[in-house]
């Protein structure tokens, strides 16, 4: 909670002041709810979300004086309700041996950094994880990848750069079933301006992972970077459509005023929230509370 709060500072704080100017002294009328809107709408909630919420606050509180304080519970109370229904954790079913975890994401939202984080939480669980350096294009991705292992103690399959990323992903997943991991996450490629070229290289591995275990991947998990803000719409369904998203990370919570963003895509696409990145250390990836990240953004 400590770390969330400071980490989401900036968002909370954006939206706090705003509040804070709006309902100073002044009383619940048409056009405090209006700019109280255009704040919600600012700081990335959605315009339908933006819109539920206003009237919630004004519901029976039409023409009365309202302190920045109410405001702010109706308002964390309102978008703890938008959030509680995808707030899920990650389960890692075990007798799915390995469960297969697929990481996808745009180039730079955070994929191999979550991908350590994870690690070192399934680690500290007793779990066996493997990693597969599926990012065959970028030499970094690659050597990142290694570094994580290296430090949460996952082995790492990883070839040469531009090798053939399905191929390495039907490699690691043998070698994890004969080594007996519990977990492989296989990091991919997110060049976005490629699209063709992605959603081929994709496809390609979710139908090769498919030969090696029917009902895997058994999670495929789209890493999210808060501070691109809209943008992370166009996303969930560029990947959804490619690779059949099953949960999210959003990452970069602390550097952003942009945390709204996760109220809005609950709000249009329901798929569970697992984890938010609140820093680059191994230990800053918080399971995904309703509660605790709804006060976070009332301020
Ligand atoms: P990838 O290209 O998707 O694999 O992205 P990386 O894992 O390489 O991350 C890109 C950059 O974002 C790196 O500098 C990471 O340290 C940084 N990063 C990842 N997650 C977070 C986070 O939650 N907060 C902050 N501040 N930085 C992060």
Known sequence: WQRLTEG?????????ESVTGLFTK??????????????????????DTALRITEAISAGRYNKEISPQEVKTILASEVEKALAPVALPL????????????MVGVNGAGKTTTIGK?????RAQG???MLAAGDTFRA??????????????????ARAQGSDAAGLAFDALQEAKATGMDVVMIDTAGRLQNKAGLMAELEKIVRVVKKFDESAPHATLLVLDATVGQNAMSQVELFQKVAGVTGLVMTKLDG?????ILVALAAK???PVHFIGVGERVEDLEPFEARDFARAIAG
């Open 8 to 16: 989401m500072r900036r968002t909370s704080t954006s939206l706090s």
């Open 26 to 47: 002044r009383k619940l009328d048409a056009a405090t709810l209006e700019e109280l809107e255009d704040a919600l709408v600012q700081a990335d909630l959605g315009v």
């Open 91 to 102: 389960t890692v079913a075990r007798e799915k041996k390995p469960f297969v975890i697929l």
């Open 118 to 122: 994870l690690s070192q939480k399934f």
């Open 127 to 129: 779990l066996k994880v």
């Open 140 to 157: 970094a991705a690659i050597e990142q990848l290694k570094v994580w292992g290296e430090r949460v103690g996952a082995p790492v399959i």
């Open 256 to 260: 952003t005023a942009r945390g709204g």
């Open 269 to 271: 696409f329901g798929l």
